[in-house]
Each structure stands twice: as C-alpha cells, then as structure tokens.
Nanobody, 120 residues
Framework: QVQLVESGGGLVQAGGSLRLSCAASGRTFSSYVMGWFRQAPGKEREFVAAIRWSGGSTSYADFVKGRFTISREYAKNTVYLQMNSLKREDTAVYYC?????????????WGQGTQVTVSS
C-alpha cells in the first residue's frame, strides 16, 4: 500500500551533482528500510544506498562511497539521494524502493525510475 515517485534525474556533466527525490505515500514508514538502486542498459539492477526510516542508519555500495549521500525528511515522507562527483559510469535509471519487512528477503515496493545521464 505504498506508492513511490522519483524525481530529480536529468543530464549532468561529469563532475557535477544531482539530488534525487523519492516521495512516498500510503503508509507510515517508521519500520521501513528505503533504498536506491540503479540499472544501466544491458546490466543487472544494482544496489546503491539504503537508509532505515527510524534511526537513520545508512549503507552504501562501495562504488559510491564518498560521493553519494542518502537521507530522509520525515515531514515530507521523502528520501533523497545526493550525488556528487558524478561519473559517466553513473549513467542509469535510478529506482527508489521500500522494504516493508527488512527481516524478509527483497524489497516490497518500487518507483517508476528516473533517468540520470552523465556526459563526458
């Protein structure tokens, strides 16, 4: 019963920055884990970052550490992905996801995705 809508993607030059937003509706997120994934053409979907809605602990894929930051804003039911020092290899469709029950495998809800294109 959760709907996720991503925004903030676009075209950016290498070395630039973008902030992605994921607005959630339909249910409280107090016990959720929120995550960002990405998928480039011809490649598998890969994990980028995650945050616990309650407590705010985070985890990151090694390839984005030091460049990307995940955060959340309670009042807006929104999670963000701040992306700095973007590389051509970051080009992908970025998806927001919600894991309603972290003790169970897999994420339960997914957004439609937002395109990020990094030019060189």
């Amino acid at each position: 019963q959760v709907q996720l809508v991503e925004s903030g993607g676009g075209l950016v030059q290498a070395g630039g920055s973008l902030r992605l937003s994921c607005a959630a509706s339909g249910r409280t997120f107090s016990s959720y884990v929120m995550g960002w994934f990405r998928q480039a053409p011809g490649k598998e979907r890969e994990f980028v970052a995650a945050i616990r809605w309650s407590g705010g602990s985070t985890s990151y894929a090694d390839f984005v550490k030091g460049r990307f930051t995940i955060s959340r804003e309670y009042a807006k039911n929104t999670v963000y992905l701040q992306m700095n020092s973007l590389k051509r290899e970051d080009t992908a469709v970025y998806y927001c996801a919600a894991d309603e029950e972290p003790s169970s495998p897999g994420y339960d809800y997914w957004g439609q995705g937002t395109q990020v294109t990094v030019s060189s």
